[in-house]
Structure formats: structure tokens, C-alpha cells
């Protein structure tokens, strides 16, 4: 067993390794669950093999040893030198492998459950959210806000609270859903949301929009134009740049989006009906955002959970709160 131990720890690190050094894309969440089946299987064995025989062979070492001194008693002999606790210590003692699997699987399962079914961490890569969110902002993400899912294969069991517009969502990205990306939901199934002229619009209204003055961006090292919008029942901060006027288009990398005949691109903007059970995604950083005017919607199977807390940022600790 402490081979068979011992291959599993060199493979755990070899994947680990790989996918730090970017050689194949991690999937954490499969990683967990596969960590919680295996230890899981070490701690039944434990429980049910494993401690049981070594409690029986200390038993067996003590009787053997009132045995021996029941009989040299029996000779006239009272003092025995010679004590088994130390052999009945080491014969109880766990090994190695044990200690290191079947130990664990309490705070594996802990942090699986914790993970799966609560709230995931997660770290701001990119500017794509500034303000709202900053590069190095280290954030929680609530599971159950919009449904219970199974983990790994992320299906809906129980259904919670129906996604809004102007919540910040984390969900599998589209192109590559072993990557977990973060916009702003700004239109739900239904709706016709049109983005002209660095103006959103839904259903045919234009969103409340009042400039707040610049912002310094510090991912892209300049000022901005700096406006708070209300989306929905949601008021919340965004930058756009009127001095850079992007011309949108589908870039999908393998190939047209699905529903993508719902959108119509112009030299101006896009406009798009958004399916049912799908959401469109866009960045607070309007400019420097590649969201679902370029890779499309954002089915509901893909979604990971409602982003709603900053715990941490190592380089500025005001960030620390809740944020819209």
C-alpha cells in the first residue's frame, strides 16, 4: 500500500506540476473530487481493516504477555523485567500512508463541500472589470446563490434565485470551459440588448448613465473616463473611453457562437436577442473587455456562481468588502 501511496503522490504532483508550468489546463474542481474519492477509500479501510487488525495484534501482544508473566508466576517468578508498551505504541502507530491519506480526508472533504457547494475563491487576472474590480483582487464567489449543482459536471438539482441584470458573475468560459472568467450579466433570456456608439441599451432603453470625472486605470497605466450606470436595480461604475471607438465582431476561435444568427454587427455596435436559458456578458471596463460581443452568450450550464466579495488584495487591503 505505501507503493501504491507513493505512486499516487508522484502523479498528483506531476499534474500538478504540469499545469503550473501550462504544459495542459488544470481542472481543480475534478482534482478535488478525485482526491476526496481516493482519501475517502484510505479512511473506510482504516476504519474498517486497517485499525481494526492493529488494535487485535496489540491486543494479541498484551496477552501473550500476561500470558508470559502468568506462567513465570506460576514458576515463583514475580519480578519480569521487559514493559510492551512501546511495541504495543508502535504497533497502534499509523503509517506513513495512512497519515497522509486517510488523515486528510476529513479537511478534503471539508474544503470540497465547502468549494463545491458554498463559495470558490477566485482571482481577478485581467483589468476587464476596473473599477469594480481589480487586478490582484482576491474575491469569493457564492455557489448556491443561483442553484445547487453537482460538482464536476456543474447540473443544476436544485434552482435558487433566478440571475439578474447587473450581477457580477463567474461562469466556464465559452471558448474554453476550463477557464473560469467574470463579467457583469447585462441582459437576460428575452431581452434585446444593443451596444452603439459605446451606449447600452435594453430593450430599446438606454441605461442611466452619470460621469464621475477619471479614473486611473493602473493595468493600463492611463486615465479614464469614469461614469457610474445603473443596470437593471444594480447602480455600479464603469469606464468607457470615447476616444476609442472598437469595431465589434464575432472572433470566436472555433468558429461561429451558437446563436449567432440573433446578433447583427454594424460599423456602430451589435444588437442581439438574447435565447432562453443564455445570458450576454459584458466587462466594466467597456474598452479593454473581450466579453459576448465578440464570443457570444453564456449558456446556464456554464455558470459557477455570483461574485459578491472582496477578501483580499495584498497590494491595497481598503479593497476588502462587498461590491456591486
Known amino acids: 500500500m505505501s507503493a501504491i501511496t507513493g505512486i499516487f503522490y508522484a502523479g498528483l504532483i506531476a499534474y500538478l506540476g504540469g499545469w503550473y508550468m501550462g504544459s495542459w489546463s488544470g481542472n481543480f474542481s475534478l482534482l478535488l473530487f478525485v482526491m476526496t474519492v481516493v482519501t475517502l477509500g484510505y479512511w473506510l479501510a482504516e476504519r474498517f481493516y486497517f485499525l ?13 504477555d500476561a500470558a508470559r508473566r502468568e506462567e513465570l508466576k506460576r514458576q515463583g517468578i514475580v519480578r519480569v523485567d521487559g514493559d510492551v508498551a512501546g511495541a504495543r505504541d508502535e504497533i497502534l502507530r499509523q503509517p506513513w500512508w495512512l497519515d497522509w491519506t486517510a488523515g486528510l480526508f476529513p479537511v478534503i472533504l471539508a474544503v470540497f463541500l465547502l468549494r463545491s457547494f458554498l463559495f470558490e475563491p477566485f482571482k481577478i487576472p485581467s483589468g476587464s472589470m476596473v473599477p469594480t474590480l481589480l487586478v490582484g483582487d482576491l474575491i469569493l464567489v457564492n455557489k448556491f446563490h443561483y442553484g445547487v449543482r453537482l460538482p464536476v459536471i456543474n447540473k443544476k438539482i436544485i ?3 433566478d440571475v439578474q441584470r447587473g450581477d457580477v458573475m463567474v461562469f466556464r468560459y465559452p471558448e474554453d470551459p476550463s477557464i473560469d472568467f467574470i463579467k457583469r450579466v447585462a441582459a437576460i433570456p428575452g431581452d434585446e440588448i444593443r451596444y452603439t456608439n459605446q451606449r447600452l441599451y435594453i430593450n430599446g432603453v438606454a441605461t442611466e448613465v452619470q460621469p464621475k470625472g477619471d479614473f486611473y486605470d493602473e493595468s ?12 437593471g436595480k444594480v447602480e455600479h461604475e464603469i469606464l468607457v473611453d470615447p476616444k476609442r471607438q472598437s469595431m465589434y465582431h464575432p472572433d470566436r476561435k472555433d468558429g461561429p457562437f451558437p446563436f449567432q444568427d440573433q446578433c447583427q454587427y454594424t460599423a456602430e455596435g451589435v444588437t442581439c436577442k438574447v435565447p432562453a436559458g443564455h445570458y450576454f456578458m459584458l466587462g466594466d471596463n467597456r474598452d479593454d473587455s473581450r466579453d459576448s460581443r465578440y464570443w457570444g452568450f453564456v449558456p446556464d450550464e456554464n455558470i ?3 461574485a459578491f466579495f472582496v477578501w ?3 497590494g491595497n487591503l481598503k479593497r476588502i468588502g462587498a461590491f456591486h
Do not use: C, D, I
Not at 52 to 64: F, W
Not at 221 to 229: I, T, V
Open 52 to 64: 481494526p487488525a492493529r488494535v487485535a495484534g496489540a491486543a494479541r501482544l498484551e496477552a501473550q
Open 159 to 161: 434552482a435558487n434565485n
Open 220 to 231: 493600463g497605466m492611463r486615465y479614464k473616463p469614469w461614469f457610474s450606470e445603473k443596470l
Open 304 to 306: 459557477v456562481g455570483r
Open 312 to 314: 483580499m488584495n495584498f
